[in-house]
């Protein structure tokens, strides 16, 4: 079986990094929700998702992102998004998310966004 | 499904989510074996997979004990996608707008996205009840042109296996009917053409006809002058009443050395034209048999002469004959170039290329070591520059030919090189540089060095390279050249040095591109003063208007 999805957190004091590992459908967006929720809830509002191994995002996966991007804004952090596929990233693109999201090549780069 | 489709794929899974991966798997494993490449494939599924998601969550709303039924089929020149279940029916109102993104965010919506998606990937989304059914039914054409990726790189290869292959054939085989012969066997096999012929001119500039192919006869031509053929690649230009009559429409000139050549082709079976890639093997393998041609008629004086040199002095001529002897000319740009190798065979070469999107590939490179092996090597790598330039970005074209010139020889010989694709429209130049000598850009006091890129080719497995950019401006002379050029030496041992060739160049930017290079060779057997050159000298002028 292909891996499903599990997502991978790193944590600083404001700052979490997410790393789902997979992909996230309709079927594992509750697996993504959980672990973006999770960081939410303690207080970090500085998101990067780390998409080197995610695998494919449908509709619900963007959806996540999407659904929660105001209620991260208004508590004056942002969800910043690094190293997309080119399948991802041109998924991305169709529905428009670059307008939404701002993206970066590497994680560092995506990390020290934050600290400008 | 119409009657007419040919079914690829069906498939029924219970509505529980857990089997979207398995649904979006299999519809990819479809796409990617028919003609899609691997974006288009994945978009492709995600469709799909979004539709069936819909039927899952909403016509049974969350209920496991349905199904799902998916059926792919190609119906001419589409590729179709069914999505049925047997759930609540859609509501009957027509398909909602593409979600915004703004208004969802806002609202903290999670939905909304995958209609969207789906309408964008599929060309035509059409949603109907049928009975207890719903059917939602994508349509997406194919992708016009049939080859993926893959398939191009390895028509590239096979072109250049042509290329090897008939090398191989030429430097063993001097019957000039025969090497002829052999050259339109192997074009109208790669083109699709029935009929064909191969022309050479006279001393006396008279047409000879040294082999054909599915033509009757060639005897009406026979001995016509050779300005008889006019235009190339045309089917309406052909002036002569006997060539016409041959229906041999296409019509493609080359020169080798003093030596004229043509070849003759009909129509294709695909009543397709010819492309840039196409053409330049046509004008390769001409120009490699007429090479063959004439390096063999002077093996056969020399065999005379019992002259012991003479098989390197045929690889000689073959070699010269490889490099262009005219550069294409660039609108806008003023593109001069030489190589002068420093004992009978060299390992430089350099090539303009003309691209399909009328940019222009650049290429000098160096093998390592010189000689006889260093000219086998920059044989090989010539024609796979050639045939691989058009077919892949800059960095995929380098990492290719890095592994195909590790894999062609076992003596780690390995080459530096300049690769470049200048769009003269808008002056802007892609670059990679192989571990060659950083080319300089001579803009009045400054000079730019271009040295992005990454290691030698054909060393390390593996070699991954990155690309740089730069912007030519008006006067703007562009110098690349081999470390031959930059390292000959004076009788005291001192370099002429990159300094000395960017200095030589800048003192020379107003002058014509030829005159620069013909300048710069002058000061180079100036400074050497009588010394021998230990190295092949290649140097390529490129000056904007």
Same mark, same amino acid.
């Given at each position: 079986?292909?891996?499903?999805?599990?997502?991978?957190?790193?944590?600083?004091?404001?700052?979490?990094?997410?790393?789902p590992?997979?992909?996230?459908?309709?079927?594992?967006?509750?697996?993504?929700?959980?672990?973006?929720?999770?960081?939410?809830?303690?207080?970090?509002?500085?998101?990067?998702?780390?998409?080197?191994?995610?695998?494919?995002?449908?509709?619900?996966?963007?959806?996540?992102?999407?659904?929660?991007?105001?209620?991260?804004?208004?508590?004056?952090?942002?969800?910043?998004?690094?190293?997309?596929?080119?399948?991802v990233?041109?998924?991305?693109?169709?529905?428009?998310?670059p307008?939404?999201?701002?993206?970066?090549?590497?994680?560092?780069?995506?990390?020290?966004?934050?600290?400008? | 499904?119409?009657?007419?489709?040919?079914?690829?794929?069906?498939?029924?899974?219970?509505?529980?989510?857990?089997?979207?991966?398995?649904?979006?798997?299999?519809?990819?494993?479809?796409?990617?074996?028919?003609?899609?490449?691997?974006?288009?494939?994945?978009?492709?599924?995600?469709?799909?997979?979004?539709?069936?998601?819909?039927?899952?969550?909403?016509?049974?709303?969350?209920?496991?004990?349905?199904?799902?039924?998916?059926?792919?089929?190609?119906?001419?020149?589409?590729?179709?996608?069914?999505?049925?279940?047997?759930?609540?029916?859609?509501?009957?109102?027509?398909?909602?707008?593409?979600?915004?993104?703004?208004?969802?965010?806002?609202?903290?919506?999670?939905?909304?996205?995958?209609?969207?998606?789906?309408?964008?990937?599929?060309?035509?989304?059409?949603?109907?009840?049928?009975?207890?059914?719903?059917?939602?039914?994508?349509?997406?054409?194919?992708?016009?042109?049939?080859?993926?990726?893959?398939?191009?790189?390895?028509?590239?290869?096979?072109?250049?296996?042509?290329l090897?292959?008939?090398?191989?054939?030429?430097?063993?085989?001097?019957?000039?009917?025969?090497?002829?012969?052999?050259?339109?066997?192997?074009?109208?096999?790669?083109?699709?053409?029935?009929?064909?012929?191969?022309?050479?001119?006279?001393p006396?500039?008279?047409?000879?006809?040294?082999?054909?192919?599915?033509?009757?006869s060639?005897?009406?031509i026979?001995?016509?002058?050779?300005?008889?053929?006019?235009?190339?690649?045309?089917?309406?230009?052909?002036?002569?009443?006997?060539?016409?009559?041959?229906?041999?429409?296409?019509?493609?000139?080359?020169?080798?050395?003093?030596?004229?050549?043509?070849?003759?082709?009909?129509?294709r079976?695909?009543?397709?034209?010819?492309?840039?890639?196409?053409?330049?093997?046509?004008?390769?393998?001409?120009?490699?048999?007429?090479?063959?041609?004439?390096?063999?008629?002077?093996?056969?004086?020399?065999?005379?002469?019992?002259?012991?040199?003479?098989?390197?002095?045929?690889?000689?001529?073959?070699?010269?004959?490889?490099?262009?002897?005219?550069?294409?000319?660039?609108?806008?740009?003023d593109?001069?170039?030489?190589?002068?190798?420093?004992?009978?065979?060299?390992?430089?070469?350099?090539?303009?290329?003309?691209?399909?999107?009328?940019?222009?590939?650049?290429?000098?490179?160096?093998?390592?070591?010189?000689?006889?092996?260093? %000219? $086998?090597?920059?044989?090989? *790598?010539?024609? @796979? +520059?050639?045939?691989?330039?058009?077919? &892949?970005?800059p960095?995929? #074209?380098?990492?290719?030919?890095?592994?195909?010139?590790r894999?062609?020889?076992?003596?780690?010989?390995?080459?530096?090189?300049?690769?470049?694709?200048?769009?003269?429209?808008?002056?802007?130049?892609?670059?990679?540089?192989?571990?060659?000598?950083?080319?300089?850009?001579?803009?009045?006091?400054?000079?730019?060095?271009?040295?992005?890129?990454?290691?030698?080719?054909?060393?390390?497995?593996?070699?991954?390279?990155?690309?740089?950019?730069?912007?030519?401006?008006?006067?703007?002379?562009l110098?690349?050249?081999?470390?031959?050029?930059s390292?000959?030496?004076?009788?005291?041992?001192?370099?002429?040095?990159?300094?000395?060739?960017?200095?030589?160049?800048r003192?020379?930017?107003?002058?014509?591109?030829?005159?620069?290079?013909?300048?710069?060779?002058? %000061? $180079?057997?100036?400074?050497? *003063?009588?010394? @021998? +050159?230990?190295?092949?000298?290649?140097? &390529?002028?490129?000056?904007? #208007?």
């Open positions: 079986m292909k891996q499903e999805l599990t997502v991978e957190t790193r944590k600083g004091d404001k700052i979490a990094i997410l790393i590992i997979g992909f996230i459908n309709a079927h594992t967006v509750e697996t993504f929700d959980g672990a973006l929720r999770a960081v939410l809830d303690q207080g970090r509002y500085e998101v990067v998702i780390n998409a080197r191994s995610l695998a494919y995002v449908a509709s619900a996966g963007l959806g996540a992102l999407v659904g929660t991007i105001e209620e991260i804004r208004e508590n004056g952090g942002d969800l910043r998004i690094c190293e997309l596929s080119e399948s990233a041109a998924i991305f693109e169709m529905v428009g998310l307008h939404l999201f701002r993206i970066f090549k590497t994680e560092e780069e995506a990390i020290s966004s934050f600290m400008a | 499904m119409k009657p007419s489709a040919s079914v690829l794929l069906h498939l029924a899974v219970p509505s529980d989510s857990k089997y979207l991966s398995v649904v979006h798997e299999r519809v990819r494993e479809v796409a990617e074996s028919n003609r899609f490449g691997a974006l288009e494939s994945e978009q492709w599924a995600l469709a799909v997979e979004e539709c069936a998601a819909n039927s899952i969550e909403h016509a049974y709303a969350g209920r496991g004990d349905g199904e799902v039924d998916i059926t792919l089929a190609l119906e001419g020149d589409y590729l179709c996608a069914e999505i049925c279940d047997e759930g609540q029916a859609f509501e009957s109102k027509p398909l909602p707008p593409p979600a915004d993104l703004k208004e969802l965010a806002r609202m903290g919506a999670k939905g909304g996205l995958g209609l969207t998606l789906v309408q964008k990937i599929a060309d035509s989304v059409v949603r109907e009840r049928l009975g207890r059914k719903n059917i939602c039914r994508l349509v997406k054409l194919l992708p016009e042109n049939p080859m993926t990726d893959k398939e191009k790189l390895a028509s590239a290869e096979f072109q250049l296996r042509t090897v292959d008939l090398g191989r054939e030429f430097s063993t085989n001097f019957d000039p009917e025969k090497v002829a012969s052999i050259a339109l066997a192997s074009l109208m096999g790669h083109l699709t053409i029935l009929r064909a012929a191969f022309l050479t001119a006279t006396g500039g008279r047409l000879r006809v040294l082999a054909s192919r599915g033509v009757k060639m005897d009406s026979e001995g016509l002058p050779w300005a008889s053929l006019e235009g190339e690649g045309t089917s309406t230009e052909t002036p002569d009443a006997p060539l016409r009559a041959l229906r041999l429409d296409f019509i493609f000139r080359f020169t080798s050395g003093e030596e004229k050549g043509a070849i003759l082709f009909s129509p079976l695909s009543g397709r034209g010819f492309g840039e890639g196409e053409k330049n093997l046509i004008h390769a393998v001409g120009r490699q048999a007429l090479a063959a041609l004439t390096g063999s008629r002077a093996q056969e004086l020399r065999i005379e002469k019992a002259r012991a040199d003479s098989e390197l002095q045929v690889a000689r001529e073959i070699q010269k004959r490889l490099l262009p002897a005219e550069l294409p000319a660039i609108p806008g740009f593109v001069a170039a030489s190589s002068e190798a420093c004992f009978s065979v060299g390992g430089d070469l350099f090539d303009v290329i003309p691209l399909d999107d009328s940019r222009f590939a650049i290429v000098l490179a160096d093998v390592s070591g010189k000689g006889t092996p260093a %000219s $086998l090597i920059m044989a090989f *790598a010539h024609a @796979a +520059f050639r045939c691989l330039a058009n077919r &892949l970005p960095v995929d #074209l380098l990492a290719r030919i890095s592994e195909l010139v894999n062609a020889n076992k003596a780690h010989r390995y080459l530096t090189g300049f690769y470049a694709e200048l769009d003269p429209s808008t002056r802007k130049m892609i670059y990679v540089n192989a571990g060659h000598l950083p080319p300089a850009i001579i803009r009045g006091d400054e000079t730019i060095e271009l040295s992005t890129g990454g290691s030698v080719l054909g060393l390390l497995p593996g070699t991954t390279f990155e690309q740089g950019e730069v912007t030519l401006q008006p006067g703007d002379v110098a690349i050249y081999s470390d031959g050029v390292e000959a030496q004076s009788t005291n041992e001192d370099e002429f040095g990159s300094e000395g060739v960017v200095a030589c160049v003192a020379l930017r107003a002058k014509p591109a030829a005159e620069i290079l013909r300048l710069l060779e002058q %000061s $180079l057997f100036e400074f050497a *003063a009588g010394r @021998a +050159f230990a190295d092949d000298r290649t140097t &390529l002028i490129l000056k904007a #208007l």
